[in-house]
C-alpha cells in the first residue's frame, strides 16, 4: 500500500516570496502523483500531475512540482507567492496499473501575509 | 464537460437526528464514486468509494452509510447523527475505466451536529 507524508501542517510566508511545500510518499511500485488546492469552504481543486514523462511539471498560476524517485518526493514550488495562493494543499499518490484507491496527505496550510 | 454537484451545501442537525446528503454527477457514465469527510484541522478521510450501482466499499467502520440508486448518484446516510459526525464531506468522481486516480470534488457539504 501507498503512504504520503506531508510534514509541515502549515506554511507562513510574506507575498511575492518563494515556497516550497514538502511531500513524500511511500511505495513498492510505481505512482502517479497529484497536488491537489483547497481554498475556504470549498471542494479541491486539481493543481498539477505527474503520469509519466518530463519530471517536472507546471500548472498554469506558477506553480510546479519535480517528481524525484531516489528521494520518493514530489514537493510543490512557487518561485513568488500573491495572496490568492492562501488555501490547503494536498499531496496524492496512487499505484499505477492497480486497482487501489488514491492516498492523500494531511494537508499544508499556506498563509501568505502582506 | 463533466460536473459534479452536492447538497445541502451548509447542514445544522441535532444528535441522534437522520442525516442524508447527496451528489450527482453529469456527463460521464459509470464512474466511480467516493465520499470523504474532512474533520476540522484534519486530512481527507475515505469513507465509502463505489464502482457501480449497489457496489459500494466502506472504509471505516461507523454509524454513517452510503447507496448509489443510479450510476451517477451517490448518497450519504444516517440514521442517529453523532457529534463525532461534524465536518467537511466531500464528494468526488473518477473515471471508471483508464483510471489513473485523478479525482473530481464536488463543493462539499458542512455539516454541525449540536
Known amino acids: 500500500a501507498q503512504s504520503v507524508t506531508q510534514l509541515d501542517s502549515q506554511v507562513p510566508v510574506f507575498e511575492e516570496a518563494p515556497v516550497e511545500l514538502r511531500c513524500n510518499y511511500s511505495?513498492?511500485?510505481?505512482?502517479?502523483l497529484f497536488w491537489y488546492v483547497q481554498y475556504p469552504n470549498q471542494g479541491l481543486q486539481l493543481l498539477l500531475k505527474?503520469?509519466?514523462?518530463?519530471?517536472l511539471v507546471k500548472s498554469i498560476n506558477g506553480f510546479e512540482a519535480e517528481f524525484n524517485k531516489s528521494q520518493t518526493s514530489f514537493h510543490l514550488r512557487k518561485p513568488s507567492v500573491h495572496i490568492s495562493d492562501t488555501a490547503e494543499y494536498f499531496c496524492?499518490?496512487?499505484?499505477?496499473?492497480?486497482?487501489?484507491?488514491?492516498?492523500f496527505g494531511t494537508g499544508t496550510r499556506l498563509q501568505v501575509m502582506l | 464537460s463533466q460536473t459534479i454537484h452536492q447538497w445541502p451545501a451548509t447542514l445544522v442537525q441535532p444528535v441522534g437526528s437522520p442525516l442524508s446528503l447527496e451528489c450527482t454527477v453529469e456527463?460521464?457514465?459509470?464512474?466511480?464514486l467516493y465520499w470523504y469527510r474532512q474533520a476540522a484541522g484534519r486530512g481527507l478521510q475515505l469513507l465509502f468509494y463505489?464502482?457501480?450501482?449497489?457496489?459500494i466499499s466502506s472504509e471505516v467502520p461507523q454509524n454513517l452509510s452510503a447507496s448509489r440508486p443510479q450510476d451517477r448518484q451517490f448518497i450519504l446516510s444516517s440514521k442517529k447523527l453523532l457529534l463525532s459526525d461534524s465536518g467537511f464531506y466531500l464528494c468526488?468522481?473518477?473515471?471508471?475505466?483508464?483510471?489513473?486516480?485523478?479525482?473530481?470534488f464536488g463543493e462539499g457539504s458542512r455539516l454541525t451536529v449540536l
Open positions: 468526488a468522481w473518477s473515471t471508471g475505466q483508464a483510471n489513473t486516480g485523478e479525482l473530481f
Open positions: 511505495s513498492s511500485v510505481s505512482v502517479y
Open positions: 505527474y503520469l509519466s514523462g518530463s519530471t
Open positions: 496524492a499518490v496512487i499505484n499505477t496499473g492497480t486497482a487501489s484507491k488514491l492516498t
Open positions: 456527463g460521464t457514465s459509470n464512474p466511480n
Open positions: 463505489s464502482i457501480g450501482i449497489d457496489q
